[in-house]
């Protein structure tokens, strides 16, 4: 990635989250990242797309910032690659239009990762068994403040962080998705 020195991307314009909030395009992204340059042939073939169709929204990614031209093995392949390692957005803004751009954003993740967890769940029984062990769902209830939610977050991401770099991953690792949704529950009423 030519752009490896640049870990996060940070989205502040309402167009540039609702761009981004598109299905194929958070794949794209997510490709890209984990396997380095693609063409949009190949992208095409692993997500079961046209090749028009990828094309057209990894331009859309690089209007934003997201994607760019990687350098090529020959003259003919035109491969992409993402400009960061992750994406990062403000969810608190005092504009209408950024709040709810946000919120698209949001929802198209959390639907991407449904259907991420549906999937596995579909496989999980052809899993090695330790892996079926140290992979799940869960949830907690956990009481806190702002200020301490927010610290706490900070630790999560704190003790994420060593697992972030391909370069240092240790043998027999596997890419692993951990989805954090972090939000005020009702204390009465419906869960």
Known sequence: MASEERATIRLEDPRALRAYAHPLR???????RRNGPMTATQCAALLNENVPNCSFHLRQLAKYGLAERAPAADGRERPWQATARSTSWTDDSDDPESRAA?????????????????AYLAVRGDEP????????????????TAEQLATLTQQVEA???????????SEGSRAVTVVQLVMPTPEHGAP
């Open 129 to 144: 068994a330790e892996w079926r062990k140290a992979a799940g769902f869960s949830d907690d209830m956990i009481y806190v």
């Open 102 to 118: 946000a919120d698209q954003l949001n929802a198209a993740i959390l639907g991407q990762y449904m259907r991420r967890a549906e």
């Open 159 to 169: 003790l994420l962080e060593p697992y972030r770099d391909k370069a240092t991953r």
């Open 26 to 32: 958070l794949s794209l992204i997510g490709m890209l």
